[in-house]
């Protein structure tokens, strides 16, 4: 009992056990599929940050390229305003000298932030170039595997396909073959069978012609020395007579019809082996009760 309850733990056990690897494979399997899933969609919200980010950008850049613009209309309208209404009195000569040393240091700077503008600004397109052709790499990486993928599923599935048909042609040609065999040999011993008979039944008929002939022959002879030992000595010719009944063998049974006439002999079924003799009765006799006994019945 205690070895039948020992047993049953060992096997809850063995089933626990088989049950909560399934459940870690499937957990390890449903975090991996997840932690995918997440890997993608970081690559998707990082894609799309970097998107929103460069727009911001540029429209920022924008929005300061304009800014500096009317920043440096309304300096050039102030330096000019506050520079006409401090040098009124000084002479054109002077004041268009002032003017353009003013332009030109102006457009300097102006030339300087527009420079420092196209470098980030081509920084920033270079950054983008570089993070979509990173991206378009993917793609096309993962293309060429999902590809290579998919060429390897329908090679395999091709060879699979070939390999059925191969086995599904071999085994009808085999099939075809064993009922070829089959009816060549069937058709042989039909043709054999009957070759057989045939041979069998000519081989009676001879003998059975041949019996007839030397039964015949036996026949007249025997009923000439039976008639003359009858009219000479007046002997007790009966055995004779016996011995002149139709048939061949010396048996006491009926002759066999197209078996050349033999009269076989029957033993009895014991210990003494003597040949049965032949009559004919007048009547069946029946034993129910051994009959009855013989099929099963007891009543």
Same mark, same amino acid.
């Given at each position: 009992?205690?070895?039948?309850?020992?047993?049953?733990?060992?096997?809850?056990?063995?089933?626990?056990?088989?049950?909560?690897?399934?459940?870690?494979?499937?957990?390890?399997?449903?975090?991996?599929?997840?932690?995918?899933?997440? *890997? !993608? @969609? &970081? +690559?998707? $919200? =990082?894609?799309?940050?970097?998107?929103?980010?460069?727009?911001?950008?540029?429209? %920022? /850049?924008?929005?300061?390229?304009?800014?500096?613009?009317?920043?440096?209309?309304?300096?050039?309208?102030?330096?000019?305003?506050?520079?006409?209404?401090?040098?009124?009195?000084?002479?054109?000569?002077?004041?268009?000298?002032?003017?353009?040393?003013?332009?030109?240091?102006?457009?300097?700077?102006?030339?300087?932030?527009?420079?420092?503008?196209?470098?980030?600004?081509?920084?920033?397109?270079?950054?983008?170039?570089?993070?979509?052709?990173?991206? *378009? !790499? @993917? &793609? +096309?990486? $993962? =293309?060429?595997?999902?590809?290579?993928?998919?060429?390897?599923?329908?090679?395999? %599935? /091709?060879?699979?396909?070939?390999?059925?048909?191969?086995?599904?042609?071999?085994?009808?040609?085999?099939?075809?073959?064993?009922?070829?065999?089959?009816?060549?040999?069937?058709?042989?011993?039909?043709?054999?069978?009957?070759?057989?008979?045939?041979?069998?039944?000519?081989?009676?008929?001879?003998?059975?012609?041949?019996?007839?002939?030397?039964?015949?022959?036996?026949?007249?002879?025997?009923?000439?020395?039976?008639?003359?030992?009858?009219?000479?000595?007046?002997?007790?010719?009966?055995?004779?007579?016996?011995?002149?009944?139709?048939?061949?063998?010396?048996?006491?049974?009926?002759?066999?019809?197209?078996?050349?006439?033999?009269?076989?002999?029957?033993?009895?079924?014991?210990?003494?082996?003597?040949?049965?003799?032949?009559?004919?009765?007048?009547?069946?006799?029946?034993?129910?009760?051994?009959?009855?006994?013989?099929?099963?019945?007891?009543?």
């Amino acid at each position: 009992m205690k070895k039948k309850l020992s047993r049953k733990q060992e096997e809850i056990d063995a089933s626990r056990k088989r049950f909560f690897d399934n459940m870690r494979d499937k957990n390890i399997i449903r975090a991996v599929e997840q932690q995918q899933q997440e *890997e !993608e @969609e &970081e +690559k998707t $919200r =990082k894609f799309i940050k970097a998107k929103k980010r460069l727009i911001q950008m540029r429209k %920022d /850049k924008e929005a300061e390229t304009h800014r500096l613009m009317e920043e440096r209309r309304e300096r050039i309208n102030n330096f000019l305003s506050k520079l006409i209404k401090e040098k009124l009195d000084t002479e054109d000569l002077i004041m268009s000298r002032d003017i353009a040393d003013i332009d030109t240091e102006l457009d300097k700077r102006e030339k300087e932030k527009h420079e420092k503008m196209q470098a980030d600004l081509k920084a920033i397109a270079e950054h983008r170039a570089s993070v979509m052709k990173n991206k *378009e !790499e @993917e &793609e +096309k990486q $993962r =293309k060429i595997e999902s590809k290579e993928e998919l060429q390897a599923v329908l090679k395999a %599935d /091709k060879m699979f396909q070939e390999l059925e048909k191969e086995k599904k042609l071999k085994a009808n040609k085999e099939k075809l073959e064993v009922q070829d065999a089959h009816i060549h040999q069937i058709a042989l011993n039909k043709f054999n069978s009957k070759q057989l008979k045939e041979e069998d039944l000519n081989y009676w008929r001879l003998t059975e012609a041949l019996a007839v002939e030397k039964e015949k022959e036996f026949e007249k002879y025997a009923r000439e020395v039976i008639n003359f030992e009858s009219e000479s000595t007046k002997k007790y010719t009966y055995p004779m007579v016996k011995a002149v009944q139709e048939g061949v063998g010396g048996g006491r049974g009926p002759p066999f019809v197209g078996r050349g006439g033999i009269r076989p002999s029957y033993q009895a079924n014991d210990v003494t082996g003597v040949q049965l003799p032949f009559y004919n009765s007048q009547g069946s006799k029946y034993d129910f009760q051994k009959s009855k006994r013989r099929l099963g019945f007891t009543w």
